[in-house]
């Protein structure tokens, strides 16, 4: 039996199979039959990606070889997130890329690195994932709930006053600390992974996160020292923070403590590769934090059995909960917290830090947590 003799809802099940976006465009282009059966498949994606397909909704493009992009613009109606990345911009033609964004009314993410993307065109845009700020942005910036990829801080500066709505923003890299921190007043979730070379301490991770009233995660990737705390400025909202510190530098303990306290609502703590800190750190961690409920220390190598018997003790005699992990029960954090994700994907489901982020590397955090209904 030849293919196209199979009966319309088989082939329809097969081309649901095709995630490659050369595979779909070459079918779309084989008869007016097979157009109309890709066309049915391609309503069903909602995230064109650079890679492979990480769930059943994607499409996937790899290698740079040419593809006849003419169609793109008709071919994904209900696409909501697009990565233009510079591989995809030397496999469709501008004028092409261009008409697919300008078309796409139901598209709310832009990713992909690609410095000439002309995201002018894209109005209803939610998240932006890559450092392009220009002019062009100031009238649809309003819209923006999600600005990660900023590797130019002076930039972001700038042109903060155009995203006023921000409520997650993902900096890596970021240099030029020295320029000031716009308050960001809906801002939930930061991750800063700022640039060693420039300079940057926990001190401007501080001021950052000062600067956010209403933050309830974040994820700090810094170098430890020249902390200066402001312990007049409490965030009561943040219930999330991991922090990470430069492999070389020395913590001083007792700045950190002081930092710490600017976080009584803290329940999820999570200290990576700070390699100086010890077991009496840890009692007095859990004293001072009162409603931590997840301590997580799995890569500070000094923390020892000592730690945790100390932590159940406490929470014996003053009825607390508090899950500690340490290298000697690394194996227990996936058993009591399963729905926390360690995969690396560009897209997770849902707004929510702690499934999301909390337990990744901060090179492996995704691009956009987009809402379930997305």
Partial sequence: MLINELPEDCLLTIFDYLNNLDDLINCYKVS?????????????????LEGY?????????????????????????????AEISDKFARKVKREDIVALLKNQKSLKGLTGGYHKTPSEY?????????????SSMQHNGSSIKQLCQVYHFARFHRYAHCFPNIERINM????????????????????????????????YCSKFMDSCPNLQSAYLVTDPVHLFVDETIKHECLQDLAIEFDLFKKTDWDNLK?????????????????????DEHIEQLVYILPNLVLFDVRECTEVTQRAADYVKDYCKRYGRSIKFYFNGNSHEIATDWPHLSTKKEKISRGF????????????DLPHFLVPVDY
């Fill in 32 to 48: 007016i039959k097979w157009s109309y059966f890709i066309s049915k498949r391609t309503k069903k994606v909602k995230y064109l």
């Fill in 53 to 81: 397909p990480e769930n059943g909704d994607c499409v996937s493009y790899r290698g740079t070889e040419p593809i006849d992009g003419t169609c793109l613009s008709t071919l994904f109606p209900n696409l909501k997130i």
């Fill in 122 to 134: 894209c109005d209803n845009l939610e998240m932006l994932s890559f450092d392009l700020f220009k």
């Fill in 172 to 203: 890596q890299n970021a240099e030029s600390h020295h320029y000031g921190v716009p308050v960001l007043e809906k801002v939930k979730i930061v991750e800063l992974c700022l640039a060693p070379w420039d300079g940057a301490d926990l001190d």
């Fill in 258 to 278: 002081r930092f710490l306290t600017k976080y009584p609502n803290l329940k999820h703590l999570r200290f990576k590769k700070i390699w100086y800190l010890k």
């Fill in 352 to 363: 929510d830090f702690m499934k999301h982020c909390f337990l990744k590397d901060f090179a």
